[in-house]
């Protein structure tokens, strides 16, 4: 969708969004009790009764959204017909299902009462439908009629859902990826046709797997294959981190965690998919009523300039008229005498002959004309007028009337014309007026827009667990399976050193040498790093054991006969061990004149920030830790921290803070 002049816009959830908003909505409002339901522009609203005081209903948009709404909408005081009929079935009744059909664009809500079942199925896809039924998919109503070669939306029909385009990605097997992709021109239109999940999430399969979009997908290893299945599965094991994505100031795209084709992207962050979808499809919907209302006024706009410019050109030719008639008007008062000495002569001349021999006598040439007819120009029988070139200007006179009468005629035009001035400029002054209280306007439009303050361009290091350590060399971890592998496939150089925690699980760590020594207390840091990252910190470890390697004792081929884990290295090797205490210490680390804060090993931070915050595995509620971070940290910033990704950089699991 194209709006915000011109800025592509999201308008619609995906399968994946929707997966991930029902599963809040499940928690949410399952088990609620529906109150009344209204529709406004094309959008339902269900009242629900919920423990929440905060929520205030679901809106369903057909063909879009679905997500609690924790604002006020206007109802009607009239509701039209469907959600009349949606009431007489569903109010009262209890949601006790929430379901999505595999990752289609489709939400099925079971509503009971008593001994009856309903079914109200949401299809968020195309233009949408909304279709209330049975419990046995027998239609009662559909929102609209509609028919295709092989389904049918009408009463009395058996609900049945659209013919699948291409695979689920859900649950695609790496075998059955290539059969179907194989086939297509290239990589992001396979997976966008052949997996059903549109252009944004096929680009971002792409951008994951390190493979530009338009490759062939011919052209394609079994190396990429891997890779492309490794993205896909990064994709449903992704941290929620709810954020709406601006551009220029503008929202143009809500997502449910981050996505790396929008890295770099100025974004706000929820606590939850469905705030975030409630606030951004407001704000879509502020915009667009609001340029559409723009898009008024400057029509508006330019049909008043046209006016306008149109007032001033008729100003320009009644001044050059009041000019021009003073001008001839005072050439026949000054050349009177002359003037009725023709008249007199042109008119003896027609009664005593004919018009024709005035005719004669002017088509002479200059030399042969008699000296009383050389300022005629033309004469008009049919009008009684005569057209004479004075030394001035040129004339034309009536023929009946005298010089005198001529001139009054032309003094009394220039009079009129000197009137029609004075409410041309009030005409002129009142659209200029008119222009200033649109632009006016305009400027309370664009003034009531949500514009984010500009955020800091983020460092590539920042999509991974990092610190810098006392010794101001970058320590970088894996937060995921695809951030592990990248940290030691995409980044971890020769001269560099690889540390993992002697568990299951932990995060592939790696110091960046930048072709420094490195000391012991970097390496210290970085298993400290290693360990506090770990599910030691869960399982309240005080001690941990870390070991560290070369990147060459690192590898990914596993000895004859035995099995690497998905995400697995080989280490070769002596392998060189730590034990380390599990304790984090949090501050602010400036880069490029901005302070950001920072999590990893007390000595480092301590290196870095004035400001030293120590935490180690306890009992408080991980987000509760971050609150309080947040507000010592903020204490002494003049910015907001964003709590997101505060927590994000903690230890995995409850902790407490060490006076």
């Known amino acids: ?154 009463s009395g029909k058996k609900y049945s859902l659209p013919p699948r385009k291409g695979e689920s990605i859900s649950s695609i097997s790496k075998s059955k990826l290539k059969s179907i992709l194989e086939e297509s021109p290239d990589l992001v239109r396979g997976l966008a046709r052949n997996l059903s999940i549109g252009g944004e999430l096929a680009e971002e399969i792409c951008e994951r797997s390190d493979i530009e979009k338009d490759t062939a997908t011919k052209k394609l290893t079994d190396r990429n294959y891997e890779e492309i299945f490794l993205s896909i599965e990064s994709l449903f094991e992704s941290e929620i981190s709810p954020r709406i994505v601006y551009e220029d100031g503008k929202p143009t795209n809500v997502t449910p965690f981050p996505l790396r084709i929008l890295e770099g992207s100025e974004f706000e ?103 009383w007819a050389k300022p005629i120009k033309s004469i008009s029988p049919e009008t009684g007028k005569i057209k004479l070139k004075l030394p001035e200007t040129t004339v034309e006179l009536d023929l009946r009337k005298s010089a005198f009468n001529n001139a009054s005629k032309f003094y009394e035009r220039n009079k009129k014309l000197k009137s029609k001035v004075k409410g041309a400029k009030k005409a002129i002054k009142k659209t200029e007026k008119e222009l200033q209280e649109l632009e006016e306007e305009k400027i309370k439009i664009e003034s009531r827009s949500h514009v984010p303050k500009k955020r800091r361009q983020r460092k590539w290091f920042e999509r991974f667990k990092w610190f810098y350590s006392s010794q101001n060399l970058l320590v970088i971890a894996g937060r995921d399976s695809t951030t592990n592998k990248e940290a030691v496939e995409k980044h971890m150089d020769p001269k560099d050193r690889y540390l993992h925690a002697d568990l299951k699980g932990a995060p592939h760590t790696i110091i960046k040498s930048e072709g420094e020594k490195i000391t012991d207390q970097t390496t210290e840091e970085a298993a400290r790093f290693s360990a506090i990252h770990s599910r030691a910190w869960k399982e309240g470890l005080a001690n941990v054991e870390v070991y560290w390697v070369n990147p060459d004792q690192v590898s990914k081929e596993a000895p004859s006969g035995e099995y690497l884990p998905k995400g697995g290295y080989m280490i070769k090797g002596k392998r060189n061990y730590l034990t380390v205490p599990l304790e984090a210490a949090i501050g602010l680390k400036e880069i490029d004149s901005y302070e950001v804060p920072m999590c990893g090993p007390p000595t480092a931070i301590n290196a870095h920030s004035e400001i030293l915050m120590r935490i180690k595995p306890g009992s408080t509620k991980k987000s509760e830790i971050a609150d309080k971070i947040k507000e010592e940290l903020e204490n002494n910033l003049d910015r907001e921290i964003n709590l997101d990704r505060l927590m994000q950089m903690l230890p995995p699991g409850p902790a407490m803070i060490i006076n």
Not at 123 to 148: A, C, R, T, V
């Open 269 to 371: 962050s929820f606590e939850s998919f469905n705030k975030a979808l409630d606030e951004y499809f407001r704000k879509i919907s502020k915009k667009v009523a609001e340029e559409e209302k723009e898009g008024k006024l400057e029509r508006k706009k330019d049909r008043i300039k046209a006016r306008l410019e149109e007032q001033k050109e008729n100003l320009r030719e009644i001044e050059k008229k009041i000019k021009t008639t003073k001008e001839k008007a005072d050439a026949i008062s000054k050349h009177h005498k002359t003037i009725d000495i023709i008249l007199d002569r042109t008119n003896k001349l027609r009664k005593s002959e004919s018009w024709g021999s005035v005719r004669e006598e002017i088509q002479k040439s200059e030399n042969s004309k008699k000296r």
């Open 1 to 154: 969708m194209k709006n915000f002049q011109g800025l592509t816009m999201k308008k619609a959830m995906s399968g994946l969004d929707i997966k991930i908003c029902l599963e809040e909505l499940k928690e949410k409002i399952g088990g609620s009790w529906v109150g009344k339901i209204y529709e406004f522009d094309g959008t339902f609203l269900i009242r629900l009764n919920t423990s929440d005081r905060d929520v205030r209903g679901l809106i369903i948009e057909p063909g879009n959204r679905i997500h609690i709404t924790y604002m006020k909408h206007p109802t009607p005081q009239r509701p039209p017909s469907f959600p009349m009929l949606l009431r007489k079935y569903l109010s009262n009744t209890k949601l006790v299902g929430i379901n999505q059909p595999d990752l289609e664009r489709v939400v099925e809500l079971k509503f009971e009462k008593k001994d009856e079942s309903y079914l109200l199925m949401a299809e968020l896809f195309g233009e949408g439908n909304l279709i209330l039924s049975k419990e046995d998919g027998e239609i009662i109503q559909p929102y609209k009629d509609k028919i295709w070669k092989d389904r049918k939306i009408k």
